[in-house]
């Protein structure tokens, strides 16, 4: 049954993201108990599956997404940054684990390098909304 919801969730979270998925389970505390998430990596791991794609807008970009006009993480090649967004990934392993920005930035950039073979980034976040509607 957990893993059923689990599931559910997960379908929901490439939907309508994270934020939104909390409201839907009624609280965060909940949610990270459904996912199992107790360390920041956990919380990261719900990001493994993100489809990479080349931007048509911007030649230098790969785009790390479930669906066309909800991105996730940009990837500039030009200049090795990858733009997190920051309330659907950044926020929450500040936030709700308690970590600085330089141990954010560390850890998302062992998580970049290990799951999306993007070595040598650097790992920023990224507020603006245009952000996430890129094509």
């Known amino acids: 049954m957990k893993n ?3 599931e559910k969730l997960k379908d929901l979270i490439k939907k309508v993201g994270f934020e939104s998925t909390i409201r839907v389970v009624g609280s965060l ?3 990270f108990e459904i996912f199992d998430i107790k360390e920041p ?3 990261l791991i719900l990001f493994n599956d993100l489809e990479s794609v080349q931007s048509e807008e911007e030649s230098n970009w790969v785009l790390y997404r ?3 006009g909800h991105n996730f ?3 500039d090649r030009k200049n090795d940054y990858v733009y ?4 659907e990934i950044w926020s929450f392993l500040e936030d709700k684990f308690g970590l600085n920005y330089s141990e954010t930035q560390e850890l998302t950039k062992r998580w970049l390098d290990e799951v999306y073979n993007l070595r040598g980034v650097t790992p920023q976040f990224i507020r603006s909304q245009n952000f996430i509607t890129v094509g």
Request: hydrophobic fraction near 30%; glycine fraction near 6%; avoid cysteine.
């Open 84 to 87: 997190i967004h920051y309330d």
């Open 29 to 31: 505390g909940k949610t």
């Open 41 to 43: 990596i956990d919380f």
């Open 4 to 6: 059923n919801l689990k």
């Open 73 to 75: 993480m940009i990837y």
């Open 66 to 68: 479930y669906k066309k």
